[in-house]
């Protein structure tokens, strides 16, 4: 059985960075297209980034305008999420996701989650 384990959050002030990571169980990584999504308190889940088993990212401009990258690395079974220039309203829990449909942002084409990781941005 797959699981997805989310850590690198934290307590970070505005315009500081964090690395968040997502170490994957299971041979069958490879075969995913993986994503970040971020839920704040009181508001809906959106889509961050997504990146497909070759490397090839998609970005949600509407959430990080441009301030976030995606990367993986297949031989460790980990997803990343690097976020840079962070602001207050970045402030989510942070969840990673698997699917075998290729790289999206919407959540719905996902059916492997992660249990999520606190970011919190002080101003």
């Known amino acids: 059985q797959v699981q997805l384990v989310e850590s690198g959050g934290g307590l970070v002030q505005t315009g500081g960075s964090l690395r968040l990571s997502c170490a994957a169980s299971?041979?069958?990584?490879?075969?995913?297209?993986m994503g970040w999504f971020r839920q704040a308190p009181g508001k809906e889940r959106e889509s961050v980034a997504s990146?497909?088993?070759?490397?090839?990212?998609?970005f949600n401009p509407d959430s990080v305008k441009g301030r976030f990258t995606i990367s993986r690395d297949n031989a460790k079974n980990t997803v990343y999420l690097q976020m840079n220039s962070l602001k207050p309203e970045d402030t989510a829990v942070y969840y990673c996701?698997?699917?075998?449909?290729?790289?999206?942002?919407?959540?719905?084409?996902?059916?492997?989650w992660g249990q999520g990781t606190q970011v919190t941005v002080s101003s």
């Open positions: 996701a698997g699917t075998h449909r290729g790289a999206s942002l919407r959540p719905y084409d996902y059916d492997l």
């Open positions: 990146i497909n088993w070759n490397g090839g990212t998609l």
């Open positions: 299971g041979r069958t990584f490879s075969n995913f297209a």
